[in-house]
């Protein structure tokens, strides 16, 4: 069973491929989210879990929700997350933390590059850049699903010192001083379409007077900035001027 968290479609991407060759059932994380449901699944087969690396980790909100979950059948986990530049840390420590508190058997963390989407922070790539690159994590993300069919860990990757520190005490102050809504605006280009608010996974936009208001329960997934269809969200002054990267399936 194929579980994905995805703002932008990276993460969907890498799911919906590794599910196709599997011939796996998907999970879309985000609705589960945004229902609040608490829910068992039961797989015979391993637990493949598709999220972005959130402040080199998987994200926050994905590990809270595996908390709240019960898994029945298999108990082998696999977890891939996509990154834009930059490196996985020591998340594969944490994510084998989560597994052994939550009853799951930790088969491995493997990392796969794909577009940058964080405007937040850093820029997207042209066009030109975001289709080669998803153009080389396509068979990466074979070999992932033919580890995963094979039922073998996935291969360890070094971590340096600069990564555990980053994963490690910089996680949750990245968090704390950074992951916040209050630097979202919306010009007057917004035409009150919603979508903003029906793609956020934590319920945290309300349009009032046909304009989004964010409720401060945000974890930067960028969907409704990178997925406005007019261009009307900005971070801060950050965003101004960047290309927006968004290629979900709905």
Known sequence: MIFYFSGTGNSQLAAKQIAA???DE???INDCLKKGEKKTFHSERPLVFAAPIYAWRVPKVVEQWIREMKFEGSRDAYFVLTRGGGTEGNAAAYAAKLCGETGLTYRGLASVQMPENYIALSAAPSESECAAMIARAKPVLSGLARQIERGGPFTKTPVSLGGRFISGPFNPL???FYIKDKGFTVS???VSCGKCAKRCPLNNIEMVDGKPVWKGNCTHCM????????EAIEYKTISKGKRRYYMMEE
């Not at 969907?223 to 007019?230: E, H, M, N, S, Y």
């Open 26 to 28: 998907l999970v879309f």
């Open 223 to 230: 969907a409704c900035i990178c997925g406005c269809p007019t």
């Open 188 to 190: 007057d280009a917004c």
């Open 21 to 23: 060759e599997l011939g």
């Open 174 to 176: 990245y968090y704390r």
